[in-house]
């Protein structure tokens, strides 16, 4: 059972406009939630974090928006450019205790035309 | 301050065989993750290591094991290896645990032919 989806494999935008990558979760206990970019041949790299207990984080041109009761967030980033191609994962995290971990999703990968 | 390592960073291996990965952790991090991806599947969480013991494991048979020495270092084996084991094996490091920001090394890709 997926427990963090990310329902559209692949997005492409023309440099400059909005990329809004999409991730909705059905565990309600899901209490913190974090976007990685990837390149190939590289790690996972963290890009921004929000808690349950806020709807929006910024920073610089990403900014992240949950919505608890759609179970739903998503990822802006304004304007994009080139170097934005990448596989961005949603992750969420069901707490902070021992048994606690973070949950990823498939990914999304985002092509930017210059 | 130097990243989180891996190594090896290629590996191919016979089926039945057993492998040994490492990682390297960012110096002062004491929780390491271990993480299968393969194609289409995303990051699925094999288990974390935080002061030299397991914290939390994930859904995968007991073929995989790991260990963190005292020094933060981890490793991880796969023992009997099967062809569906292939995939790109990634650690992560963090100060405060799995479930916060991690850092993650550049994988080992494992191919068992």
């Known amino acids: 059972d997926q427990q963090v989806k990310q329902n559209s494999p692949s997005l492409s935008v023309q440099e400059g406009r909005i990329s809004i990558l999409n991730c909705d979760y059905t565990n309600s206990m899901f209490d913190y939630f974090l976007w990685y970019k990837k390149y190939p041949a590289e790690g996972p790299t963290f890009l921004i974090s929000i808690s349950s207990i806020k709807d929006k984080n910024e920073d610089g041109r990403f900014t992240v928006f949950l919505n608890k009761s759609a179970k739903h967030l998503s990822l802006h980033i304004v304007p994009s450019q080139p170097g934005d191609s990448a596989v961005y994962f949603c992750?969420?995290?069901?707490?902070?205790?021992?048994?606690?971990?973070?949950?990823f999703g498939k990914g999304i990968t985002l092509s930017v035309r210059p | 301050k130097a990243g989180v390592t891996q190594t090896p960073r290629y590996l191919i291996k016979t089926r039945g065989q057993q492998v040994t990965l490492s990682c390297s952790p960012i110096?002062?991090?004491?929780?390491v993750s271990w993480y299968q991806q393969t194609p289409g599947q995303g990051l699925q969480f094999l288990f974390e290591?935080?002061?030299?013991?397991?914290?939390n494991k994930g859904n995968f048979p007991g073929r995989f094991s790991g260990r963190q020495f005292s020094n933060s270092r981890s490793e991880m084996n796969v023992s009997t290896l099967e062809l569906g084991d292939s995939a790109l094996y990634l650690c992560a490091s963090s100060l405060r645990g799995a479930t916060y920001e991690q850092y993650f090394g550049p994988g080992t890709r494992l191919t068992v032919t």
């Open positions: 110096s002062g991090h004491r929780s």
């Open positions: 290591y935080f002061s030299e013991t397991q914290r």
């Open positions: 992750a969420a995290s069901d707490g902070t205790g021992a048994n606690s971990k973070l949950t």
